[in-house]
């Protein structure tokens, strides 16, 4: 930023950092997709499935290190936030949480549980957004504007409110009804014609 315009380029995004996060979004669609392939598939479909998801954990794991060992020296707050009292107290969880879902992932993926590797995967991605949280709070576009900088007037925010009231439930039965009609393993010689 410079006088208050962007004075950066089109490929500042493209960094080492940036290429290494990529990575980890890309492993943990990934997973997540293979883990919901084991909890709705069998037979064949499902042990392949569940032999990539193995694959993927690991290198989402590896990259989840990687990213957390990496962001606290982005920005020297973030280093702080981490490591001070009593703030470390918030954080801690955050790295042993991620560690007892992987090894929960990964001992379920071996003794053949179909629902809990998908819930394991979804734990990982709500423990990295915590994380993310901790680690800019309370910026929201890190490291100048505060969530309060950037939020929108009480108007715009009712009117997103009864928007919300208005669709959420629409939304939700829809989600439940899908779920209700695609509920269950899929084997292979079912078919929806």
Request: glycine share 10%; with cysteine; charged share 10%.
């Amino acid at each position: 930023m410079t006088d208050g315009a962007f004075s950066g380029g089109s490929f500042d995004w493209l960094t080492p950092f940036g290429i290494v996060c990529g990575l980890s979004v890309m492993c943990g669609y990934a997973l997540l997709g293979a883990t919901w392939l084991v909890w709705r598939t069998t037979g064949q479909l499902e042990a392949s499935c569940r032999h990539r998801a193995e694959r993927l954990a690991a290198g989402l794991f590896a990259c989840i290190v990687v990213v957390s060992f990496w962001t606290p020296f982005l920005h020297a707050p973030y280093l702080r936030r981490w490591t001070d009292w009593p703030n470390i107290l918030f954080v801690i969880p955050v790295p042993l949480l991620v560690v007892v879902l992987g090894g929960m992932l990964a001992a379920s993926l071996r003794q053949g549980h179909s629902r809990v590797p998908f819930l394991c995967a979804l734990g990982w991605f709500f423990l990295c957004l915590t994380g993310l949280g901790i680690t800019v709070w309370p910026y929201a576009v890190p490291p100048t504007l505060t969530l309060w900088d950037v939020s929108s007037p009480p108007s715009s925010q009712f009117f997103q409110l009864v928007g919300t009231a208005i669709m959420m439930p629409i939304i939700l039965t829809y989600t439940i009804y899908s779920y209700r009609v695609f509920r269950g393993k899929v084997s292979e010689t079912d078919g929806y014609h």
